[in-house]
């Protein structure tokens, strides 16, 4: 079975520059997370999706920040413009439970790292 | 804002012993879940103990959990060189619907 895919591994910007992150999770999979991993911290939730709907965006700094997920399968998240601040591993994963059930096993895939200059 | 705190932040021991991390945390849960992340790659799910549950083993691995606490541990036995990588703790709190992950342990296993 295939993992969750994520790309690019790396990138690096200038501030005030956009960037994209793509995710492509398990078949089948019905949750999809992204989670924002600052160097020495544990993730952070930005957002979840059930299928192609938000289900929580509440962290998530939407005057600069965007995702979605079109056909409730693949999903991009965009930083514009970035900040200094926002240089981090953003992690995506998966689950095949869905929103109203407990949380179980995340899937994760390898991240993609942000150095924002 | 992350749910879980580990005790201790680093730990180094020699291969063949056990290494423990502590979690604590503060609100209630439905369930409890340990992750390993090694350097530069994605969080790989290791156990997950339920509110009800008070231990859990597999494997090498043994994680206990005592709700009235707010507290888990996870018990590595007889470590390995592999073994070497962050751990963290992560809580599906009740009414949330997703997962807060704490800060980490950092466990070096010496050869």
Redesign the interface.
């Known amino acids: 079975e295939a993992g969750?895919a994520q790309s690019p591994r790396y990138k690096i910007i200038e501030k005030r520059q956009s960037v994209a992150f793509w995710c492509n999770p398990i078949s089948g999979h019905a949750t999809l997370?992204w989670?924002q991993q600052i160097l020495g911290?544990?993730?952070?939730?930005l957002i979840?999706f059930q299928n192609n709907g938000v289900?929580?965006d509440s962290q998530l700094p939407k005057d600069r920040f965007s995702a979605e997920r079109l056909k409730g399968v693949d999903s991009t998240l965009k930083i514009q413009p970035a900040k200094l601040e926002d240089s981090a591993v953003y992690?995506c994963?998966s689950s095949t439970l869905g929103?109203?059930?407990?949380?179980?096993?995340?899937?994760?895939?390898?991240?993609s790292?942000l150095t924002v200059l | 804002s992350q749910q879980g705190e580990e005790d201790p932040q680093a730990l180094s021991i020699q291969e063949g012993e056990n290494a423990t991390m502590n979690c604590s945390y503060k609100t209630s849960i439905n369930n409890l879940q340990w992750y390993r992340q090694n350097s530069g790659r994605g969080l790989v799910h290791l156990i997950l103990i339920r509110s009800n549950e008070r231990e859990k083993h597999s494997g090498r691995l043994r994680v206990t959990l005592d709700t009235s606490k707010k507290s888990s541990s996870l018990l590595i036995t007889a470590s390995r060189a592999a073994d070497t990588a962050s751990y963290f703790c992560a809580t599906d709190q009740t009414g949330a619907n997703n997962l807060f992950f704490g800060t980490g342990t950092r466990l070096t296993v010496i050869p």
């Open positions: 969750v997370y989670y911290q544990g993730p952070k939730l979840q289900v929580d992690l994963a929103w109203e059930e407990n949380t179980g096993e995340l899937f994760f895939g390898e991240g790292r």
